[in-house]
Each structure stands twice: as C-alpha cells, then as structure tokens.
C-alpha cells in the first residue's frame, strides 16, 4: 500500500521526517509537503494562480520528496493525483511540533492536509505533539506506527478522519490514550501594524476553563492527563464519531505499546 506523507511546516522539517521513519516499513512511502511553512492555512487551496512542483532532497533512502509552491491541501492533491496517480492507500500529516486541538482543528495547516485528503474520500490522520518533546521517541514512533497501521487496516472506511495528539511526556512515559472530542473554545486574534504599512494577524486559543477546558473526555484533558487524544471524525462532515471501530482498535494499539 502507497502512503501520502504530509505536513504544514515544509518538506525540510523534522517531524516529517520523524513520522516518515515511523511509517516507512508499512507500505511504499513518499513525501509531498510545502516548500515553506505553512502553518495556520488549514484546509485551504492556491486558487487563481499556478502551483509548482519539484523534488526536493529526501533524508530516509527509498522515499522520494517533492516541495509544493503551496499549501498543504495542494500538496495532498498533487500527492494524489499527480505524484502517485491515484494509487494512494492513506495519506498522513505531521509530526507537527505542537498540539493541535479544540479549534485548532480548523486552523491547523497538518488537520487541513488531513481534512483534504478525506474529502477526496480517502483515509487520514494528523499527528501532533508538544514543541520541546522528541519526535523521534521510540515510543513516539511505535505510537505513531500503530495507529498508521490501524488505519491501513480494510475495516477502517475510506474517508475516514483521524486527529492524534501526542502529550507531553511524564517521566519518560505515556500514559495510554483515549478517545477525545475537540474542546469547545473561544478564537482570539491581535493585529499588528508593521513598519511597511501593513498589518501581522496573530491568533491564539483562549479555553473557556470555566465552563469546558478540563471536561472530562475533551482533547485538551485528556492530553492534561499524559495520555494520547485520539480524535475520529467523518470525513464528508467533520462530525465527531466517538463510536468508530477503527477508533477503539487505534486506542488499544497505543495502549499495547505504551504499557
């Protein structure tokens, strides 16, 4: 099976690389991501203007790399339809270098990649974790590993849509993981003049801590509690599936290899 790697930080990043190493012996692997940072695009397209494509250095032998002059939605596109001409089994997204949760999910460049990638009806997942961990973690990558090998898996629909977020670790450790549904929130956003007349756009997530940010089952608990937030979405709609089977077999796969 040909599997679709991508991310919203750039083809040069490493958590693209870490998530490449952690899928590399499940199928035929390449990379199509960003020539540069992408980050809080989501799940939009280049539209009225041309993309390019052209292959870019790879780290891991027998993976080759392309950079899109875009975002990372015309990166899954051109991955599917030009790059591997179809014939793509599962696209993945990441390791992005900090959570993606709650409205992040619409914000995210990695999610938007996913997003896509579903909508053309095809199976997706997005990994995430925190800035300062270590993306090449064996138990990282074994995390990484056996949730891509679960989606692979002919029981999971096509179309279907995963968010993973992986905690910070707590002595060396993972907790396990969970089934998560994206924390309710509220979208803060600071303009900034520049010197050249215009205006930065800075954006940020403020958690209602009152009302949901600790909520039992929620994404951003659940990471609070050490252990992986897995989110099942459907691809069509984006509705939360808290009762997908490849959700339960994903959270037992994780909790095998972290103990």
């Not at 999971?156 to 309710?184: C, K, S, Y």
């Amino acid at each position: 099976m040909k599997i679709l790697v991508t991310n919203d930080d750039g083809f040069d990043n490493n958590g693209i690389w870490a998530l490449v190493n952690a899928v590399k012996d499940l199928g035929e692997v390449a990379v199509v991501a960003p020539a540069e940072n992408q980050s809080g695009v989501g799940a939009g397209l280049t539209l009225r203007r041309s993309v390019k494509i052209n292959r870019a250095p790879s780290r891991v032998d027998g993976v080759e790399c392309h950079a899109v002059s875009g975002t990372p939605g015309d990166s899954v596109i051109l991955g599917i339809e030009h790059v591997l001409m179809g014939d793509v089994g599962v696209v993945v997204a990441g390791i992005n270098p900090g959570f993606n949760t709650s409205r992040n999910l619409f914000i995210s460049g990695t999610m938007g990649a996913a997003i896509v990638a579903a909508g053309k009806g095809y199976k997706s997942c997005a990994f995430s974790m925190g800035f300062e961990d270590d993306m090449d973690d064996p138990v990282v990558r074994d995390t990484v590993t056996e949730v891509a090998r679960e989606l692979m898996s002919p029981d999971t629909a096509q179309g279907a849509l995963f968010n993973v977020n992986i905690p910070m670790f707590r002595d060396g450790r993972i907790l396990g993981a969970e089934g998560a549904v994206p924390a309710p929130s509220e979208f803060r956003s600071l303009i900034e003049a520049r010197s050249d007349g215009g205006y930065e756009l800075f954006s940020g997530l403020s958690v209602n801590i009152e009302r949901q940010q600790f909520a039992r089952g929620t994404d951003t608990e659940v990471l609070n509690r050490g252990r992986v937030a897995i989110s099942a979405l459907d691809g069509p709609t984006l509705a939360h599936q808290p009762n997908d089977p490849t959700l339960r077999r994903m959270i037992d796969a994780v909790n095998r290899v972290t103990g």
